[in-house]
């Protein structure tokens, strides 16, 4: 097959990547790295002929706004009309009243509305959210870490259920995917600075608002119907070396 990866070059994204081609099917790669800005859509229906599916990995870091940012990708994704779309998204994010999570539910929406047949695959949060959280909510030697209840994930199993994904057919919203194991992500940053030697204190912190209230309340961990994966974020941990 023919697999186009948007956002093939990030934490999700690299791993379909590399399991497509592992399988032996044709990877385009969709990002700025790439040479392809879908925010603008240039060099995307090029990059997109002859797809017979595409991936939407793709992500916005730092101060982006993911409502405008989601809406442009996803309408450059479409407009080459491929055969099959899938879209990675986050459990329950048409449950929490969160900026992110908006304009996930709202990518959901446009891609089920866009009329080309559509998987919605939704993940918990990546093992990789601990170093992801543990930098950017890091002032000096303090790293704030949200009082969270999360099933976390291995990205390469989110890899291989894109993969999974795309080679079937669509299926409109996929089950869930989630880790083997719930953690507490105050946990999950200690163990992963201890594993990575960075030094610095981990302060838990309750998160204001619906998502704070969500975090806590165990509004982030999947459906009981939830695939699993198979990695627990120990031994992820333990992988780092
Ligand atoms: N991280 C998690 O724990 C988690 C959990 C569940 C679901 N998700 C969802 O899964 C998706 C991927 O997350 P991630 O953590 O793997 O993201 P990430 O590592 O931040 O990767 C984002 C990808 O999008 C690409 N990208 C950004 N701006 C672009 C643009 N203007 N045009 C084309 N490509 C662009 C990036 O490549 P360039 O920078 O080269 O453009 C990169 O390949 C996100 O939508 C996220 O909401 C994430």
New binding site residues.
């Given amino acids: 097959m023919r697999i186009a990866v948007?956002?093939?070059?990030?934490?999700?994204?690299a791993q379909a990547v590399s399991v497509a081609r592992e399988r032996g099917h044709d990877v385009v790669v969709?990002?700025?790295?790439?040479g392809?800005?879908?925010?603008t859509g240039d060099g995307a229906a090029a990059a997109l002929d002859g797809a017979d599916v595409v991936i939407d990995?793709?992500?916005?870091?730092g101060k982006g706004d993911p409502a405008a940012f989601h809406t442009a990708?996803l309408q450059a994704l479409v407009a080459s009309r491929p055969p099959h779309i899938v879209v990675?998204?986050?459990v329950n994010c048409d449950r929490i009243d969160y900026p992110?999570y908006r304009a996930?539910a709202a990518q959901e929406q446009a891609a089920a509305s866009s009329g080309i047949p559509f998987t919605i695959a939704r993940?918990?949060?990546?093992h990789?959210?601990a170093p992801?959280v543990w930098e950017f909510a890091g002032v000096g030697p303090v790293h704030i870490a949200p009082k969270m209840r999360t099933q976390p994930v291995a990205?390469r199993e989110v890899g291989e259920r894109l993969v999974d994904l795309a080679e079937s057919e669509p299926a409109g919203r996929a089950a869930d995917l989630a880790g083997p194991r719930e953690e507490w992500l105050p946990d999950m940053m200690r163990a992963y600075a201890a594993a990575s030697r960075r030094r610095g204190v981990v302060v838990p912190l309750a998160l204001p608002g619906a998502f704070g209230r969500a975090a806590r309340g165990g509004g982030l961990l999947p459906s009981p119907d939830a695939v699993l994966g198979r990695q627990t974020f120990a031994q992820w941990i333990a992988a780092l070396g």
């Avoid at 969709?30 to 790439?34: E, F, I, V, W, Y």
């Avoid at 392809?36 to 925010?39: C, G, H, N, Y």
């Fill in positions: 948007a956002g093939g070059t990030g934490r999700a994204g969709l990002s700025r790295s790439a392809i800005d879908l925010t990995a793709s992500g916005v870091r990708v990675l998204s986050i992110l996930k993940a918990t949060q990546f990789e959210f992801q990205a």
